[in-house]
């Protein structure tokens, strides 16, 4: 038993210095490596959680801003919508107008139309002598552009018109616009025409006005009619002497070219070798 005890105790004092030097291992890695490493760990995870606090955070004030986001564009819709209905039913109410002032206009229209028709009617049974240009132009011949031009130049005079802004002529312009006619037929200008006229409108003034108008128009008439024959003379005999060849040697490109190989004169009577 004694001996067991003494072993034991040598056991002990054996073991003692390995135990003093786990513990002062024990001591030294605590302090020198576990708390430090302790802190780091600490550090990091306050650091960590600091972090996943800071997203959860910055998460939720960005959902916030989602949600603000999403209640103004909420807001803008239905702003535009409202903007828009408000254009589309001022436009609808610009058409209905627009609809309701063409409908109105053209009712009015329609009414004077009828009015200026039943006036039409009523001036054509009171006065058959009255008649439209359309009328006018199919009893004499005469287009109704010219009969227009007619009235500007004053050879016809203005005609009444009625609440339609048309024309109406009597006979008297009927006979004045046929007189014109006639007179152009035989080749008067338009100021023979208005003196013979004038000379028409005043039967008291002698005749022998109209006389020499129809005289010195006469003497035109036969000047024209003599440099006709001669200009008829003179295209007979080119055609006569034109052999047929080649263009080089046709007479009547040649007397085209040089008016002194004309057999006579067709300038208003006066010879060719005499103007040469």
């Not at 058409?95 to 309701?100: G, M, Y």
């Not at 338009?190 to 020499?212: F, K, M, Q, T």
């Not at 006579?264 to 300038?267: L, P």
């Given at each position: 038993m004694e001996q067991i005890f003494t072993s034991l105790r040598e056991i002990l004092v054996l073991a003692l210095p390995a135990f003093f030097l786990v513990l002062l291992l024990h001591f030294y890695l605590k302090k020198v490596l576990f708390l430090p490493m302790e802190r780091v760990l600490e550090e990091r995870r306050r650091r960590t959680e600091g972090s996943?606090?800071?997203?959860?955070?910055?998460?939720?004030?960005?959902?916030?801003?989602?949600?603000?986001?999403?209640?103004r564009l909420a807001e803008a819709r239905a702003l535009i919508y409202q903007d828009n209905e408000a254009a589309r039913k001022q436009l609808a109410?610009?058409?209905?107008?627009?609809?309701?002032?063409?409908?109105?206009?053209?009712?009015?229209?329609?009414?004077?139309?009828?009015?200026?028709?039943?006036?039409?009617?009523?001036?054509?049974?009171?006065?058959?002598?009255?008649?439209?240009?359309?009328?006018?132009?199919?009893?004499?011949?005469?287009?109704?552009?010219?009969?227009?031009?007619?009235?500007?130049?004053?050879?016809?005079?203005a005609p009444p018109r009625t609440a339609s802004d048309r024309r109406l002529y009597d006979d008297i312009a009927l006979r004045r616009l046929s007189f014109i006619?006639?007179?152009?037929?035989?080749?008067?200008?338009?100021?023979?025409?208005?003196?013979?006229?004038?000379?028409?409108?005043?039967?008291?003034?002698?005749?022998?006005?109209?006389?020499?108008?129809?005289?010195?128009?006469?003497?035109?008439v036969t000047a024209k009619i003599t440099q006709l024959q001669a200009l008829s003379t003179e295209l007979s005999r080119m055609t006569a002497e034109c052999a047929g060849g080649r263009v080089s040697a046709c007479k009547v490109i040649e007397v085209l070219h040089n008016h002194g190989l004309c057999a006579?004169?067709?300038?208003g009577g006066t010879s060719a070798s005499a103007t040469a």
């Open positions: 996943v606090a800071g997203s959860e955070e910055a998460v939720r004030a960005a959902e916030v801003k989602l949600q603000d986001y999403e209640r109410d610009q058409q209905a107008a627009a609809l309701a002032e063409a409908r109105s206009t053209s009712a009015a229209r329609v009414a004077e139309a009828r009015a200026a028709i039943s006036e039409e009617s009523a001036n054509a049974r009171a006065s058959p002598s009255l008649r439209t240009i359309g009328k006018l132009a199919a009893a004499t011949g005469v287009k109704v552009p010219t009969i227009r031009f007619y009235e500007q130049i004053g050879l016809l005079p006619r006639h007179s152009r037929q035989l080749g008067f200008d338009l100021d023979s025409i208005r003196s013979l006229l004038d000379l028409s409108d005043h039967p008291d003034r002698p005749c022998g006005e109209a006389n020499v108008i129809a005289e010195r128009h006469l003497a035109d006579q004169g067709h300038d």
